[in-house]
């Protein structure tokens, strides 16, 4: 690929990420309320009971994959979203862009 062709490859991914990303964040929903009123996973003997069958590891595992699944789900998809697509276009970029060739120029190696 030439540089040309990645730039605008890179362009392209940007656009259409972002603009995605954009869509999300004005088409997400609120997120729902709890009918109960609570967190059950915020109470003590919730925590315990984690803690006492699988330690504190666990407990890590849990928060973890409730961040995850938040990430996921409503607006902050759209960040996530367009995280990635900048994340993506960067390593497109770096990776796709040719490198010129070794030895200084038009005469050759010295």
Same mark, same amino acid.
């Given at each position: 690929m030439t540089?040309?062709?990645?730039?605008?490859?890179?362009?392209?991914? %940007?656009?259409?990420? #972002?603009?995605g990303?954009?869509?999300i964040w004005f088409t997400a929903p609120d997120p729902a309320?709890?009918? %109960?009123?609570?967190? #059950?996973r915020d109470s003590k003997a919730y925590l315990r009971n984690m803690e006492m069958?699988?330690?504190k590891a666990n407990l890590l595992s849990a928060e973890f994959r409730e961040w995850l699944t938040g990430m996921f789900q409503g607006r902050s998809l759209a960040f996530t979203v367009a995280f990635l697509t900048a994340l993506l276009a960067l390593g497109i970029w770096l990776f796709a862009t040719?490198?010129?060739?070794?030895?200084g120029g038009k005469d050759g190696p010295r």
């Open positions: 540089k040309q062709e990645v730039n605008t490859a890179v362009k392209a991914i %940007l656009a259409t990420g #972002f603009a990303a954009v869509l309320a709890n009918p %109960l009123g609570y967190e #059950f069958f699988g330690g040719p490198v010129p060739p070794a030895g």
